[in-house]
């Protein structure tokens, strides 16, 4: 596996599980330094259709005291290139079910950001996915 300098992950992390734990240990592996962008409470809202059960200040402050995370940043409330074009990642890792926009590469291309986008493998999908665990 080749190891690249800065990789970024995104996440809502709302009641961490060890899913979230191996997504994060498995893109760690790909480079030096971890940044992870948390989702804004608003956000989660318009996406998945309610609030966080932790906000998003406890939801920062938790992610940063795990081992393998270098940085915690809040994510764009209207524009989510915006992180990504202001760091610079050299990888991108996407979770096993994240879904991106169709126009995702061109975005980044049009923006000037040159990234590899890897996709992380499941872990336990069955037991450890956040809808399971918060609505059973």
């Given at each position: 596996m080749k190891r690249y300098r800065k990789?970024?992950?995104f996440g809502t992390f709302d009641i961490l599980h060890p899913g979230h734990i191996n997504f994060l240990e498995q893109a760690k592996k790909y480079g030096n330094?971890?940044?992870v962008v948390l989702a804004r409470d608003e956000n989660v809202?318009?996406?998945k259709g309610f609030f966080p059960r932790l906000d998003e200040r406890?939801?920062?402050k938790?992610?940063?005291a795990l081992e393998m995370t270098d940085e915690v940043i809040y994510g764009d409330k209207k524009d989510y290139f915006k992180k990504i074009e202001k760091n610079k990642p050299d990888v991108i890792c996407l979770g096993y079910d994240q879904k991106i926009p169709n126009n995702f590469r061109e975005e980044l291309e049009k923006r000037g950001v040159v990234?590899?986008?890897i996709r992380?493998?499941?872990?336990?999908p069955k037991q450890y996915k956040s809808s399971i665990i918060i609505n059973p």
């Open positions: 990789i970024m992950v330094y971890l940044i809202k318009k996406v406890a939801r920062k938790i992610v940063e990234t590899k986008i992380m493998k499941a872990y336990k």
